[in-house]
């Protein structure tokens, strides 16, 4: 002889893991939180970003460097002179060509 039971699925105990709907919700409130600071970071200048020196500037500081060191190595100084006036040439030839 066989039995046979019927089962009843309302008696059944529910799913208790995360459903798909509450996945995407999650989902969707990351990608608006990766969106945001995408945008903050694009846009918004960089706080810690260390100032960047012109040309002129660099060039100023060799003049500098070259004019202290002048009286002892005359030669080099000159050199270093020369490479600062060739380095704001540059820049600026490169400026223009932008």
């Known amino acids: 002889m066989s039995s046979s039971s019927v089962l009843n699925l309302n008696t059944l105990p529910a799913n208790q893991g995360p459903s798909i709907g509450a996945a995407l919700?999650?989902?969707?409130v990351?990608?608006?939180?990766?969106a945001s600071a995408l945008v903050r970071n694009t846009f918004s200048p960089a706080a810690d970003a260390s100032p960047v020196q012109t040309a002129y500037q660099e060039a100023e500081a060799?003049?500098?460097y070259a004019a202290d060191i002048q009286s002892q190595?005359?030669?080099?100084?000159q050199d270093l002179f020369a490479a600062a006036d060739r380095h704001e040439i540059e820049a600026a030839?490169?400026?223009?060509?932008?």
């Open 73 to 77: 190595d005359p030669d080099f100084a």
């Open 93 to 98: 030839a490169a400026a223009t060509v932008h």
């Open 25 to 28: 919700g999650e989902v969707a």
């Open 62 to 64: 060799l003049r500098s």
């Open 30 to 34: 990351a990608f608006k939180h990766l």
